[in-house]
């Protein structure tokens, strides 16, 4: 069974910053597209963020283009999500998994990671 374990959230100004990483369990990561999705309150998991087994192709969501940089290392199972010039609309709880759009389906939900964007 796959676990996801994300950190790196915490409570950020308005145009701070924070990195977001995510640890996987899964013996082939670099087989798997990843991506970073985000749920903010009372709405739907969106994704925002993803990249290939190889990290050389990627791509954002509009709103975070710009601002937020995906990146992987193979070699310890993990992805990370760069926030920067951080939104109060960025608010939400981050999460990592398999791109559900490549894959079809999800490995079981981490936790996920708030991250709180106030003054």
């Known amino acids: 069974q796959v676990q996801i374990v994300e950190s790196g959230g915490g409570l950020v100004q308005p145009g701070g910053s924070l990195r977001l990483s995510c640890t996987v369990s899964?013996?082939?990561?670099?087989?798997?597209?990843m991506g970073w999705y985000r749920q903010p309150p009372g709405k739907e998991r969106e994704l925002v963020a993803s990249?290939?087994?190889?990290?050389?192709?990627?791509w954002y969501e509009d709103s975070v283009k710009g601002r937020f940089t995906i990146s992987r290392d193979n070699a310890k199972n993990t992805v990370y999500l760069q926030l920067n010039s951080l939104k109060p609309e960025d608010t939400a709880v981050y999460y990592c998994?398999?791109?559900?759009?490549?894959?079809?389906?999800?490995?079981?939900w981490g936790q996920g990671t708030q991250v709180t964007v106030s003054s």
């Open positions: 899964t013996t082939i990561f670099s087989a798997y597209y």
């Open positions: 998994n398999r791109n559900l759009r490549v894959h079809g389906t999800a490995w079981d």
């Open positions: 990249l290939t087994g190889g990290g050389s192709s990627i």
